[in-house]
C-alpha cells in the first residue's frame, strides 16, 4: 500500500510562508505527476498546483504569483513553499500521486491543515 506522508502545515499571520513537504513510502515517485490539492471548510477539493515528472508545473489562478510547487527527483519528495498567505488559504492540504496508466491511479496524503489568520 502506497502511503504519501505529508508535513508542515501549521497556524501563520497573513503574508506569512509555510512550506508543505511530501514523500511517497514507495517506488512512485519517478512515474507521478505530484499535486498539491486543498479543501476549505465547506467547499469542494480543489488543485492547489501540480508538477511533472519533467518539471512542468500548473496552478490554480488563486494562487499564481504566492505559491511555488517543486520536486526533488534526488529526495523523492515534492514542496509547496506558500509565501503571502491570505485567510482563504485556509484549508486542508492533501499531497497527491497521479500515474497516468489504464486506468489512472491517484494517491493521496492524510492532508495537513494550515490556518492563516487575519
Do not use: H
Request: aromatic content about 10%; proline content about 3%; overall charge positive.
Amino acid at each position: 500500500q502506497v502511503q504519501l506522508v505529508e508535513s508542515g502545515g501549521g497556524l501563520v499571520q497573513a503574508g506569512g510562508s509555510l512550506r508543505l513537504s511530501c514523500a511517497p513510502s514507495a517506488n512512485i515517485f519517478s512515474t507521478a505527476v505530484m499535486g498539491w490539492y486543498r479543501q476549505a471548510p465547506g467547499k469542494q477539493r480543489e488543485l492547489v498546483a501540480d508538477v511533472t515528472q519533467t518539471g512542468s508545473t500548473n496552478y490554480a489562478d488563486s494562487v499564481k504569483g504566492r505559491l511555488t510547487i517543486s520536486r526533488d527527483n534526488a529526495k523523492n519528495t515534492v514542496y509547496l513553499k506558500m509565501n503571502s498567505l491570505k485567510p482563504e488559504d485556509t484549508a486542508v492540504y492533501y499531497c497527491n500521486a497521479r500515474i497516468y496508466s489504464s486506468p489512472v491511479y491517484d494517491y493521496w496524503g492524510q492532508g495537513t491543515r494550515v490556518t492563516v489568520s487575519s
